[in-house]
């Protein structure tokens, strides 16, 4: 008897096992209305090609009508955790191509878990035969960790090289991080990039007088995340405000020696130009407040920008735009109080007498700082105002790099 009821209490774990097991494969990773696709079964964008995995593999023609063959698998390295700050957790993973030569390439890519599923990224390149290690998630923060080989080793070489690369989701889209780039002196910039491909066009995004915070890089992301090379630069040489008593003083310090800030802005200018991702004829600088008026500064100086956005930045309708090169659109707050709002109206008709194309628009019913929520912490923060600012900062990019 007592064999009996332990066989039965034996039964019931495994069956309650499996039921567990059951309820997360078709739950917790395919989601919550029933039978769905699964990551290994999505659809993932990699070198522009859709590639859509059926139980982690893929098999399509390299050509129209021809008999090579991509051949896409699942390859591991897992990692799981929320990219996307929607309270549900993602998957990040390895995908190795073959296309009929002798090479097998490694890709980092991500699956965006919905309600339907999951939505695949965009994969970006990590190298040819490398030697995967690790894929780590913090915080969003996406961390592959691999060995390669030196710059001019052969193939033939093995790997030994240990490389850690950093990613993040914006949007939808995979990007890449650099979080600390050396681009003036002993000055260190924030980077975020689409990962791979040339010719893209750049941004130097010119943080407030809090400094180049969480704000300014979550920005820089969002550029990467449309196709720019963005470099977050720093203005205050590694330091920050959290008061508005050391903004002011930072920014002061910043007033009180503009020749070094000029040097800071035409050295982010300069390294970006020199990035073989960039088309050095397709860069823009974008500010907000004290990062608006260097950002106008850059286009009243010509120091060579396209274009230059400023966000609520100081300026002055006097100055002479005769020999302006560069375009310029301006985001303002109708209550904006440290700004006269009929000085931007006359900003704006004398823009419309120059040649370029120069936009300014007034916001109703914002007043200054209306695009950056910090954290949570900005009352003026208007999350209409600041995507329709955002939108029309990427149409006016857009129309003026054509």
Known sequence: MKKIILYIVIIIIIASGFFWLNNYIY?????????????????????????????????????????????????????????????????????TQEGGGSGTFYYIVAGIKTGDGYQGT?????????????????????????ADRNLGEPMTANPNVGVSRYFKVSGNNLIE?????LYYNDVKGYVAHPGQGKNHPAVILIHEWWGLNNDIKEIANQFAANGYVALAVDLYNGESADDQTKARELSGSVRDNTEKAFLNLKSALDYLKKRDDVDPQKIASVGWCFGG?????????????KASVMYYGQFDPNDDFEHMKTSIMGHFGEKDASIVIDNVKEFQA???????SHEIFIYPNVGHGFANNRSGTNMAYSKEAANLAFERTLIFLENIFK
């Open 27 to 95: 739950t917790e990773k395919q989601g919550n209305k029933g039978l769905q696709k699964g990551y290994k079964d999505s659809t993932y964008i990699i070198d522009g090609r859709q590639v859509t995995l059926v139980n982690g593999f893929s098999e399509i023609e390299s050509a129209p009508g021809s008999a090579s063959k991509i051949i896409t698998k699942y390859f591991g390295n897992e990692a799981e955790g929320d990219l996307n700050n929607d309270g549900i957790s993602d998957i990040v993973f390895l995908l």
């Open 293 to 305: 008026g260097w950002s106008y500064q850059m286009a009243l100086n010509n120091l060579g920008t």
């Open 177 to 181: 991080i650099n979080k600390s780039v």
């Open 350 to 356: 004398k823009l419309k007498n120059l040649n370029g």
């Open 122 to 146: 965009n994969g970006i390149l990590l190298g040819d035969r490398i030697a995967p290690q690790t894929t780590e998630l913090n915080n969003g923060e996406i961390v592959v960790n691999y």
